[in-house]
Every structure is written in structure tokens, then in C-alpha cells.
């Protein structure tokens, strides 16, 4: 739906390098719109964030748009295959465009309601790639905070697909430096908290891996662990009394071990929830034939090859050490 005046606001910065074009989809703080780069017409998703949302009475609070503009880098940052690649920012006074590389299967909730839920074997590729990815998250500082099945984005249409994690809205950068700089003094002033939680993040890590713990449950089964439909019980009682259940009639071709991950991610107390570096090396996911399927949906041109993950320490050129020649056509 080509808004003629909405367009003719567009930014020069942006009209020169991108023609914009249908909506994709309507989010919280704006829409997102399929673009075209000029030249090479590669498809990418602009979204477009209206900061006049974020302002009271005409004037936009800095630290709003400063909390936008962290989640720009952010994005910016981070580089994982499963985790939505930034391709250009264009920041004016109003509105904020974020071009995004383009997911072309639509989000993991519309899938779900489609299909009634995974069976256990897709359902474990999927999920491995999204610990995969909070868990490379979690490693750069960031903790995601909102994760729920709308921002689970998959690549293509097919059952078995990348998955690509979108959406940092509400992310949380918390930057080792500051970290580090906090406890490299006297405690003198330092809040209890503070040195109890290892100062800071743990919690909200911890709220990433329930949050997928609610995902993988949803996944295999099709519907929610706690609903507003109770009668007995509201939504708030139930998440905090951790009163889900896992009752035969939805569960019984579900192993046991799947069940046990996800009763370990919901657990109620975050100190005794599983971390992530658990969650990869839970008995459910040692499963070789998914990893190798989901190393190749993440590393394609390798055929699954993960690259090294530290830098080789450089080694002095030795004998046999010079790339080995090319096998000659015989
Ligand atoms: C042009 O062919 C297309 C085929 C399928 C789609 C479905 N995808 C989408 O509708 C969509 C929605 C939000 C997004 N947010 C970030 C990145 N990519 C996104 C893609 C979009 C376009």
C-alpha cells in the first residue's frame, strides 16, 4: 500500500539506495517494508520506527532514542548465521530506518499455528539453533529479554530451516567493561545486589533461557504451558508458582528427555534454572545427525564446518606447513 505523501518524507539517504515497497508486517513501535537496493535490486526489510511514539508532548526523550539507537548497535555488534544481520541505519529527527537482511518464511508463531506443533526430531533441529544463538548472545554481553515465538523468524518455508532471532527491542547491552570497572575497587559503595548477582545480567540471562524453555513447550505441543483460560488460577500465579504441566493426552510421543530440558529451562527460581552452556550440552541435544543438519542450515558454503572459533595463534612457516597444492585435473 504505496502511501504517496508518507514516501515523499522518506530520507534522501535512504530513497537513493533503497526503493521501499509493501508493508511485511505492523509492529509495537512501527511497520517493517519490503525493500529494493537500487542497482543490484537485493531484497532487504526496512524497518521503520516513528519516534514520535517514544515522545511526550512533541519532545523525544533522549534516552528513548538513545535506547533505539542501542538496539541499532546492538544489532550492529553482532554476527551469528541465526541471528537477523543489520544492513544499514538511517536516523532522522522522527523516524528511524533499519534495513535488515530479509527472512523470506515469516515468524515461527504463524508456523506453529499452521502445522499444530513439531514433531520432536524438527522441533530439536529448531531449538538447538536458537540456544545456538542466545547462547552466542548471552557470550557478547547481551541478553535478549523478549523472546517469544513472533520474534523467531525462519529463513525459508521448509519444515527444516535457519532459524534468524529478530526483534532486540527491549535488549539489554550490558557491556563486560562496566563490569569489570565495577569490581576492580573497593566494594565501599557497592550495593549487595550487586555483588550477590555478580553484578548484573545474571537474572536476565536466566529470563532468556525461560522464555525458550516456554518456545521449546510450545513447539512440541502446539499450545501454552500457563493460559489465561484457567479458571482456578490466573496467568501470574501460575508463571510464578511454575504450575504447568505436561499431560499425557498432548505429551506421550514426546521422550522423556525433551520434557526434562524443559522442565530444567522453567524452572522458577533463576538460580537453580539451567544456564545456557547446560542447555547445549543436555542429553536431548546430543543428538550428532541434528548437529550436523544444523551446522550445515548455519555454515552452508562449509557443508556444516563451523569456522575456528579462536584465532589460531600464528605459528612460524615450518616445512609442509604451505597450503597444500590443489589436486591437478588428472
Ligand atoms: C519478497 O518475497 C518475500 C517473501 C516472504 C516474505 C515474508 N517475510 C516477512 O513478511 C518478514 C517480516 C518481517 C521481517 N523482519 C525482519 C526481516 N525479515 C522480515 C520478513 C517477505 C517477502
Known amino acids: 500500500d504505496l502511501n504517496a505523501s508518507e514516501d515523499s518524507h522518506l530520507p534522501k539517504e ?45 519532545k523525544t526523550p533522549v534516552n528513548l532514542t538513545s535506547q533505539v539507537m542501542g538496539e541499532v548497535n546492538i544489532l550492529k555488534a553482532l554476527k551469528h548465521p541465526c541471528i537477523i544481520r543489520i544492513e544499514d541505519v538511517v536516523d532522522t529527527p522522527e523516524m528511524l530506518y533499519i534495513v535488515l ?22 522441533g530439536k533441529l529448531l531449538f538447538f539453533q536458537m540456544a545456538t544463538a542466545i547462547k552466542y548472545l548471552h557470550d557478547q554481553g547481551i541478553t535478549h529479554r523478549d523472546l517469544k515465538p513472533e520474534n523467531i523468524l525462519l529463513a525459508t518455508d521448509d519444515l527444516e530451516t535457519l532459524i534468524k532471532v529478530t526483534d ?88 522423556d528427555t525433551a520434557v526434562d530440558l524443559i522442565k530444567q529451562m522453567m524452572i522458577v527460581d533463576p538460580k537453580k534454572r539451567i544456564t545456557f552452556a547446560d542447555v547445549l550440552n543436555h542429553p536431548w541435544l546430543k543428538d550428532d545427525g541434528m548437529r550436523t543438519k544444523a551446522m550445515a542450515l548455519m555454515y552452508p558454503d562449509t557443508d556444516g564446518m563451523a569456522p575456528p572459533k579462536l584465532p589460531v595463534a600464528k605459528r612460524k612457516a615450518t616445512e609442509g606447513d604451505e597450503e597444500p597444492t590443489r589436486k591437478r585435473k588428472s
Open 14 to 58: 535512504l530513497v537513493e539506495k533503497y526503493t521501499l515497497t509493501r508493508v511485511l508486517g505492523r509492529g509495537a513501535c512501527g511497520e517493517v517494508r519490503l525493500a529494493f537496493a537500487k542497482g543490484s535490486c537485493e531484497k532487504f526489510a526496512c524497518k521503520i520506527i516513528s519516534k514520535k511514539k517514544f515522545s511526550v508532548g512533541g
Open 101 to 122: 537482511e530479509l527472512v523470506e518464511g515469516g515468524e515461527l508463531f504463524d508456523k506453529v499455528v499452521a502445522i499444530d506443533k513439531y514433531d520432536e526430531a524438527t
Open 168 to 255: 532486540f527491542g527491549l535488549s539489554k547491552f550490558v557491556d563486560a567493561g562496566s563490569m569489570m570497572k565495577t569490581f576492580c575497587g573497593t566494594p565501599t559503595y557497592l550495593a549487595p545486589e550487586i555483588l550477590l548477582t555478580a553484578g548484573s545480567g545474571t537474572y536476565t540471562k536466566a529470563i532468556d533461557c525461560w522464555s525458550l524453555g516456554v518456545i521449546l513447550f510450545i513447539m512440541l505441543s502446539g499450545y501454552p504451558p500457563f493460559s489465561d483460560e484457567r479458571k482456578d488460577m490466573d496467568l501470574p500465579k501460575q508463571i510464578m508458582g511454575g504450575h504447568f504441566s505436561f499431560p499425557k493426552q498432548y505429551w506421550s510421543e514426546v521422550s
